[in-house]
């Protein structure tokens, strides 16, 4: 024999509607999140992921970041020039010099890999997320607007005072120290001549 169903209550017309008003009024007595965003800018994380800055002076034109790419959003242009020897009977150089580097931001997927394998720091993350446009073609910022954005790059933060030295600082100071003790112990210092005068 099946178990009997418990009666169900009678339903009085109108309380979900009532049910719905109280949570309105619920929510509307407390404080609001809502960040107003054209009139309050948000606070980024430090490390947000905006735009991409490019450092153009840094850039040797060695193209890993465009090869690295996943999505070949990076385009770059170069040519070759010849550097004179600075020094008579020497060879005469050539070094690459950069025509173009554009970012395509309506492909890029914002990974991070061109920032980092860019081994000599020509590449940078800029907070700066208010560059959309009514055209997708221009989303392609070539390396003058690249550059603007480069100055909107946070400074790095400082070091842990608790962090080991880095590898390359103890390495130099080693050398330094086996310089200074080749060199044999430094003489004593003389006081200045003016200062023997005030004494």
């Known amino acids: 024999m099946a178990a009997s169903l418990p009666p169900s209550r009678p339903r009085v017309p109108g309380s979900g ?3 719905g008003l109280a949570v309105t009024l619920r929510t509307m007595t407390r404080k609001t999140v809502t960040e107003q965003y054209p009139d309050a800018q948000p606070e980024l994380p ?16 060695c193209m890993l970041c465009a090869r690295e790419c996943p999505d070949w959003c990076i385009y770059i ?19 690459n010099v950069l025509d173009r580097f554009a970012i395509d931001f309506s492909l890029c997927m914002y ?20 560059y ?3 055209d997708i073609r221009d989303l ?19 070091l842990d005072p608790g962090a080991e030295e ?19 112990p430094a003489a ?3 006081p200045a001549p003016e200062q023997e005068g005030r004494q």
Do not use: Y
């Open 46 to 61: 430090p490390r947000t992921r905006g735009v991409i800055g490019l450092f153009e002076e840094n850039c040797t034109v």
């Open 140 to 158: 392609t910022h070539e390396r003058d607007k690249l550059r603007e954005w480069m100055w909107t790059v946070p400074a790095p933060p400082a």
């Open 188 to 190: 004593p210092e003389q």
């Open 77 to 95: 242009d170069s040519h070759k020039e010849t550097v004179p020897a600075a020094t008579p009977g020497g060879r005469d150089r050539s070094r």
């Open 111 to 130: 990974c991070g890999i061109c920032i980092e394998v860019c081994p000599f720091d020509a590449l940078f993350w800029s907070p700066e997320f208010e």
């Open 166 to 184: 880095p590898k390359e600082l103890a390495a130099a100071r080693r050398t330094a120290d086996k310089l200074a003790a080749q060199q044999g």
């Open 132 to 134: 959309a446009e009514t």
């Open 17 to 19: 509607l009532a049910k």
